[in-house]
């Protein structure tokens, strides 16, 4: 079983930045494709970016393209979610996740997830 813990989420100002971290439980994850989502009060969670452990492709949602960096630390089982230039907007429960089998952009394809931790922005 795999157990993924979120941290990092706080209150901020509209132009900060933050750094979320994921920090997964086992060993085996590493064969894992990962991912950060968010959820916004009365909307659906939402893509934001993903990476493989093997070779660490990325890709990112457009609304945080150029903005957000997703990073690993394969030593500490750890996925990163650089957030800069945050907006009102990007208030949200940002969750990481974790698919064995797919690496995809839909939420349905992550078999494992953390918590959540939350991020404010004010404006």
Known sequence: QVQLVESGGELVQTGGSLRLSCAASARA????FMGWFRQAPGKEREFVARITWSGGFTYYADSVKDRFTISLDNAKSTMYLQLNNLKPDDT?????AASSTTLTTRASGYEYWGQGTQVTVSS
């Open 29 to 32: 994850v590493r064969l894992f």
């Open 92 to 96: 949200a429960v940002y969750y990481c």
